[in-house]
């Protein structure tokens, strides 16, 4: 179970980055939870059911030697799905 504490809402409002970037956001977004010591566990992909829909990554993040942890839900992109075939290659697109 996923514990709510005053500091789950720091990490959903988490901002965008001010400058030019070829990443998706959820992507930048798991490299900053890598940098800030989380572990990253990829739960499930959901394979959207229209072709305009994208599919969808869950992921849980655990930080380090703490009982922190969250749900992220990123939607597909390109870099996303280059990082789930390196580091989760069970869940290739």
Same mark, same amino acid.
């Given at each position: 179970? +996923?514990?709510?504490? #005053? =500091?789950?809402? #720091?990490?959903?409002?988490?901002?965008?980055?001010?400058? =030019? =970037?070829?990443?998706? @956001?959820?992507?930048?977004? +798991?490299? *900053? $939870?890598?940098? %800030?010591?989380?572990?990253?566990?990829?739960?499930?992909?959901?394979? *959207?059911?229209?072709? =305009?829909? @994208? %599919?969808? /990554?869950?992921?849980?993040? $655990?930080?380090?030697?703490?009982?922190?942890?969250? $749900?992220? /839900?990123?939607?597909?992109?390109?870099?996303?799905?280059?990082?789930?075939? #390196?580091?989760? @290659?069970?869940? $290739?697109?």
């Amino acid at each position: 179970m +996923l514990q709510m504490t #005053d =500091s789950v809402f #720091d990490w959903d409002q988490l901002q965008e980055p001010m400058c =030019s =970037s070829g990443h998706s @956001p959820g992507y930048l977004r +798991l490299m *900053a $939870a890598l940098d %800030c010591g989380w572990n990253i566990h990829l739960v499930d992909r959901w394979t *959207a059911r229209q072709k =305009s829909e @994208p %599919c969808k /990554l869950y992921f849980i993040l $655990a930080r380090v030697g703490s009982d922190d942890i969250r $749900a992220l /839900l990123l939607s597909w992109h390109r870099d996303l799905e280059q990082f789930v075939r #390196d580091e989760y @290659p069970m869940y $290739a697109f």
